[in-house]
T-cell receptor
Framework: GNSVTQMEGPVTLSEEAFLTINCTYT??????LFWYVQYPGEGLQLLLK?????DKGSNKGFEATYRKETTSFHLEKGSVQVSDSAVYFC????????????FGTGTSLTVIP | SQTIHQWPATLVQPVGSPLSLECTVE??????LYWYRQAAGRGLQLLFY??????ISSEVPQNLSASRPQDRQFILSSKKLLLSDSGFYLC???????????FGPGTRLTVL
């Protein structure tokens, strides 16, 4: 089946620290991979995505590379800011009936000044 | 452009009362629609999805039901709420043109 496993949180970092949130997936075929971000009290917003192996998604200083050999899509940022405090979700989809998405459990990030 | 609306934004209901949450999408036709629940400190749980009017697939047996009376309207209901129904309910959509899901702002439901 299809599933996503992501790093347990919560994660607390100081401003300007390096961030890595691990995400691995299980899927048949060739899924598309996503990172979504949820700010407090809001819905989810797409942060970045990659649709094929070796693609790198990037946005707002965040990056993630689709690694088929390790079935991973780790999220990284070189220097986090207080405004990056949020919950981050890794997800995958395959173009089947209903275009179902499979989400990880989310990782809460708090950045302190 | 496409937009997705959910209401109400917050709701406090007593145990045993009925529930109706509404989600509407604008700017697209025949979207796939989804209801998720996010319990406090937990991830997203897919509750229902729909690929067309009157077509509902349930992912988890529970106290809730969903309906899609119109192409861009998705309703989540319950006849009698339980304490465990408390959570943050998110509606989402996608279609064949966009390889991503778009989420609404969510409804915070508290059952007392």
């Amino acid at each position: 089946g299809n599933s996503v496993t992501q790093m347990e949180g919560p994660v607390t970092l100081s401003e300007e620290a390096f961030l890595t949130i691990n995400c691995t997936y299980t899927a048949t075929g060739y899924p598309s991979l996503f990172w979504y971000v949820q700010y407090p009290g809001e819905g989810l917003q797409l942060l970045l995505k990659a649709t094929k192996a070796d693609d790198k998604g990037s946005n707002k200083g965040f990056e993630a590379t689709y690694r088929k050999e390790t079935t991973s899509f780790h999220l990284e940022k070189g220097s986090v800011q207080v405004s990056d405090s949020a919950v981050y979700f890794c997800a995958l989809t395959r173009l089947n009936t209903g275009n179902q998405f499979y989400f990880g459990t989310g990782t809460s990030l708090t950045v302190i000044p | 452009s496409q937009t997705i609306h959910q209401w109400p934004a917050t709701l406090v209901q007593p145990v045993g009362s009925p529930l109706s949450l509404e989600c509407t999408v604008e700017g697209t036709s025949n979207p796939n629609l989804y209801w998720y629940r996010q319990a406090a400190g937990r991830g997203l749980q897919l509750l229902f999805y729909s690929v067309g009017i009157g077509q509902i697939s349930s992912e988890v047996p529970q106290n809730l039901s969903a309906s899609r009376p119109q192409d861009r309207q998705f309703i989540l209901s319950s006849k009698k709420l339980l304490l465990s129904d408390s959570g943050f309910y998110l509606c989402a959509w996608n279609d064949g043109a966009y390889n991503e899901q778009f989420f609404g702002p969510g409804t915070r439901l508290t059952v007392l």
